[in-house]
């Protein structure tokens, strides 16, 4: 099923493909930029699948074969994969680019230029002879040599030059070399050009490896424009060439990408029918040289634009991005998490297949499991699938909110936690990986974690990488709360790295790791918030409790407001809670009195535990201060806490005095009064 997102930009893509009677435009290269598992290669599938009516090249850049080597290589396979027959839809010529192919992979003698002449002019001075046969045309392939590079190439350059053509051929590669600069005012012949790109190509520095590059990409686009402008191409060709590139950012596709832009731009009055979507997972170099200043964490994510009308669809702009006095240019969009509604209609099959024992107490099952596993993943993709196709293989008694922390946990035959992991982090060191970032994860913000020198026993390397981390898209995001913005892991990273830590073990006599990072965490806290958040964390619920008591007998005495206290409670319930292997049977209400009797609060915090443990455990409405911080929706999956932390909220709102305050309280009581799905 193709979430909202996909269609998005399938609509924005078809819109660029379909062309009218004597359009001519160029569209630049669209990049889509998206961490492992966002659903980049899914979605260039799904691409390909739907543009198949249209001249159409798709390749995954990182998993070519060992024959590709260079961006002609990649050239000369998208040229290929175009020129294949489609019905009612006339082929395309590429005669000049042909010609400079087999130039380019002939065996030219490069210890003598009058012998690579002589080779040259004879290749093509017998592929001349009898210019309308194709037999003719393949001993002229075969005698340019063997192909440098890609398999295949003589065999398949033959179906780029139609016969009607041929004969135009080389004074087309001639009139178009012509106009190539080259040092010197000695007049070339076209054998002589075309050995000169031989010899840059096969023999010469990077410099001139890359302008025989860019002449062959430059034919190749201006043959595709003649296509599309010549010989009742205008009227025939109603749609344009979809080229579809996956992993764009590994070398090769790196390589081909820049020398596809730069081909562009250097011919800017001459429009091509290119529609070129690329993917990848972190910026290639041409985008990193086309930006100005550093990029932004999530920058790009502004591609996603509100709609126009209330009910309407939201926006997919990509943003421009040129390089100054004009040129090069690229349109960059970041590819956004799923949203609750797409999550939630990826869910409806599952629900359909799921027993209804496993369902049992959950009055709207789509929209419940829907915000469930939106609030465990938010959203990403791979997380999102594999909790759902692991959702499935359980006894058709187990409860799904059972089946979720099976599911969810750091083990167990069920869990999908090592494997998002090993997915998530393949690109990061693995030191990094086991060890920094399971601690990294009990902080709020990476930039928390960061400064926490105490955690890295006076180790440079953890800070210095997680400050790296926290302006990387691909392993962090961006959070808002007291109105700032803060860098810090995606929640379904944080969530499965917090599991790791539960398990890490600790030397004899030793504290725990999970118990002294938070302890450290909190001795270093520059406020009693994020003390109490961490000292809440490490399990000491009666001294959060204590602390949160004498914050409301200052509302009480008129020295803060009430509105500021329920922030502050909320902010402190989103502490992480150690996982522990014996609480996968427990109840929200069982576990929630399990807590209650450790904490033996004095009876006048006894309402003040009370409303800080359910509210720990449960899951919050989205009307929560702080939603866009972590929280476990599997510790109340269907909200059995509410009427506890409502009767708080009340009773505690009959000791303020202050009629602002009192409202403020019932007001926030009420937000619990309904289910949050």
Known sequence: MQSRRDLEIREFVGQRLVRAHGEHARHPVLLLLGPRGSGKTELTGRLENWGRPAPLAALDLAALDDGVHHPVDVLARIAFQLNARRPGFPPLALPSFAVLLMALSAEADPESRDAALGQMREALRTGRAEDHSLAVLRELVTSVGVPMGLPGWSAAVVPLIQGWQRARVWWGVHRRLGRVPRGGSRPQVPADALVELNQHFRHGTAAQRERAESVLLQAFLADLQGAYTKHGGDRTRTLRCLVLLDN??????????QALVEARAAGPGHPDPLVVVACARRAPEVLRQLERGPRQLGGYLSCWQPPEREDGPELFVPRVVTRPGGGARLEVAQLRPLDRVEVQEQVRPY??????????????????LGR???????????????????????????????RLRMVMAPEGPHSVADGLLDLLFQDLPQELADWALPRAAAAVTLGQAASATDLWRQADAPPRLLRGLAHDDRHAER??????????????????????LSQSAAPAGATPPWELVHELLGAGAESGRVGAYHRLAGGDVQGTASYLHDRFLGVCRGDGSARAWCEELSWIQRAPRRWEADALGRSAGAEFQHRIDRAQSPPDQLMITRLLVAGWITTHPASDPYASLWCDPLGDPVAELYPKIVDALQNLSGRLSDETDHDVLWQRAAAYERKPW
Not at 351 to 368: D, E, F, Y
Not at 490 to 498: A, S
């Open 479 to 500: 959070i808002t709360f007291d109105g700032q913005q803060h860098s810090a892991l995606p929640d379904v990273v944080r969530r499965l790295l917090l599991g790791r």
């Open 372 to 402: 469930t596993v939106h609030e465990l993943t938010r959203g990403h993709p791979a997380a999102t699938r594999a909790v759902l196709e692991a959702l499935e293989d359980f006894a058709p008694e187990v409860p799904c909110g059972r």
């Open 248 to 257: 764009a950012d590994s070398e090769l596709g790196d390589a081909f990408l």
């Open 351 to 368: 629900v359909k297949r799921m027993p209804q024992s496993a369902l049992a107490g959950i009055t709207h099952p789509v929209a419940w």
